[in-house]
Nanobody, 125 residues
Framework: QVQLVESGGGLVQAGGSLRVSCAAS????????MGWFRQAPGKEREFVAA????????SYASSVKGRFTISRDNAKNTVSLQMNSLKPEDTAVYYC??????????????????WGQGTQVTVSS
């Protein structure tokens, strides 16, 4: 079992920055592939970013590439998403996801077995 707890969401103006983090427990964190997804009201959950177990590889959705940065600290069992130049369309509940195994990058919802409860990010115009 893997427990994931997100934090850091909130309200920010367009053009601003926000950092969301996810603390993992229950399994060896360095053996988890991690990802961030988001779900806006009335829309399906979508991929945002992923990072390999080692942190050496990352992948981003085209809509956030160049603005968002995913990172992990295997010593602190955390994965973070730094969000810059935020836009109103980034408003969503952001979910952390984990999958045990030495995977490179997992970008699909069905590839993850463990999910956090989500944290709300609201970008006002």
């Amino acid at each position: 079992q893997v427990q994931l707890v997100e934090s850091g969401g909130g309200l920010v103006q367009a053009g601003g920055s926000l950092r969301v983090s996810c603390a993992a427990s229950g399994r060896t964190f360095s053996k988890l592939a991690m990802g961030w997804f988001r779900q806006a009201p009335g829309k399906e959950r979508e991929f945002v970013a992923a990072i390999s177990w080692s942190g050496s590889s990352t992948s981003y959705a085209s809509s956030v590439k160049g603005r968002f940065t995913i990172s992990r600290d295997n010593a602190k069992n955390t994965v973070s998403l730094q969000m810059n130049s935020l836009k109103p369309e980034d408003t969503a509940v952001y979910y952390c996801a984990a999958q045990p195994g030495w995977y490179s990058l997992l970008v699909h919802i069905y590839e993850y077995d463990y999910w956090g409860q989500g944290t709300q990010v609201t970008v006002s115009s």
